[in-house]
């Protein structure tokens, strides 16, 4: 299994979810992606090299945007972005312009 790390926008958003169903289901997502990082469909245009993968809660849609990059260790899970579908590719394609 990968090494994960959250940047600043995805430790945020998991850290304030008060639901436990919720954050369960982000758990479970981040363990499938840590054990298959192909798992998550790319992304294109502005963000290429992004990939995306999906939760549904309770009706609502859910995203979990990564990457995979190389470190010292071999390659690790980078955490970009998570919240809610809504607006959810706007604000990642503002912070990705920043990293």
């Known amino acids: 299994m ?3 790390t959250f940047l600043p926008p995805a430790k945020q958003y998991l850290k304030k ?3 436990k169903r919720l954050k369960k289901k982000y758990e479970e997502a981040i363990t499938e992606i840590r054990k298959n990082p192909d798992i998550g469909g790319f992304k294109t245009g502005d ?3 992004v990939r995306g993968y999906d939760i549904k809660h309770e009706g609502v849609s859910y995203e979990i945007a990564y990457r995979v990059t190389v470190n010292a ?5 980078v955490i970009i972005m998570a919240g809610t579908r809504e607006n ?3 604000t990642l394609k503002k912070y ?3 990293i």
């Open 47 to 49: 963000l290429a090299g």
């Open 2 to 4: 990968l090494s994960v």
């Open 17 to 19: 979810i008060k639901d």
């Open 73 to 77: 260790q071999g390659d690790a899970v």
């Open 88 to 90: 959810f590719y706007e």
């Open 96 to 98: 990705y312009k920043l």
